[in-house]
T-cell receptor
Framework: DVKVTQSSRYLVKRTGEKVFLECVQDMDHENMFWYRQDPGLGLRLIYFSYDVKMKEKGDIPEGYSVSREKKERFSLILESASTNQTSMYLC?????????FGDGTRLSIL | EDKVVQSPLSLVVHEGDTVTLNCSYE??????LLWYKQEKKAPTFLFMLTSSGIEKKSGRLSSILDKKELSSILNITATQTGDSAIYLCAVDSNYQLIWGAGTKLIIKP
């Protein structure tokens, strides 16, 4: 079974802080994705990566960056957290389709 | 612009009822359509459909794709309270998933 592990289930941070969300997968998948999920808006793609050290912008990359130094790990960074980044963040990995998801991090920015 | 639309947005039924959830799409390069179920945590994969008219089935859940109508349905028969969840539809277009907003299904005992 594919296992995608996100480092925190719940996180509370303050406006202006630099926030790191970590994601690790154990299936040697090349593709990894970061989404945010907000009520009524579905999943929106922030960034994705098809290989180590490679990253591509998704639909809403502003205010975020990512890092993929190792194949199994994909990190999402909020450079200077703002209240409109309060959301559920989901990481996924895949070989092709389907994508397999972690349990999500519910992030609150105060 | 690629888009995926799910309907209804929410649905409340009684245990034992049958429900049909809809997903329609407009995308530039269709490769497949996927259904996921999301309870409190991660979306879990249900079905992937690539060919029109071929039903995929798993227990009380089934799904079919209509490429002519650019749509898919997800059927759940003899619903149970454990079926309460958000059901997400996504379409693979150019190797990226385009997501619908989801249908929130509530099953009343």
């Amino acid at each position: 079974d594919v296992k995608v592990t996100q480092s925190s289930r719940y996180l509370v941070k303050r406006t202006g802080e630099k926030v790191f969300l970590e994601c690790v997968q154990d299936m040697d998948h090349e593709n990894m994705f970061w989404y945010r999920q907000d009520p009524g808006l579905g999943l929106r793609l922030i960034y994705f990566s098809y290989d180590v050290k490679m990253k591509e912008k998704g639909d809403i990359p502003e205010g975020y960056s990512v890092s993929r130094e190792k194949k199994e790990r994909f990190s999402l960074i909020l450079e200077s957290a703002s209240t409109n980044q309060t959301s559920m963040y989901l990481c996924a990995s895949s070989y092709n389709q389907p994508q397999h998801f972690g349990d999500g991090t519910r992030l609150s920015i105060l | 612009e690629d888009k995926v639309v799910q309907s209804p947005l929410s649905l409340v039924v009684h245990e034992g009822d049958t429900v049909t959830l809809n997903c329609s799409y407009e995308v530039t390069n269709f490769r497949s359509l996927l259904w996921y179920k999301q309870e409190k945590k991660a979306p879990t994969f249900l079905f992937m459909l690539t060919s029109s008219g071929i039903e995929k089935k798993s227990g009380r859940l089934s799904s079919i794709l209509d490429k002519k109508e650019l749509s898919s349905i997800l059927n759940i028969t003899a619903t149970q309270t454990g079926d309460s969840a958000i059901y997400l539809c996504a379409v693979d277009s150019n190797y990226q998933l385009i997501w619908g907003a989801g249908t929130k299904l509530i099953i009343k005992p």
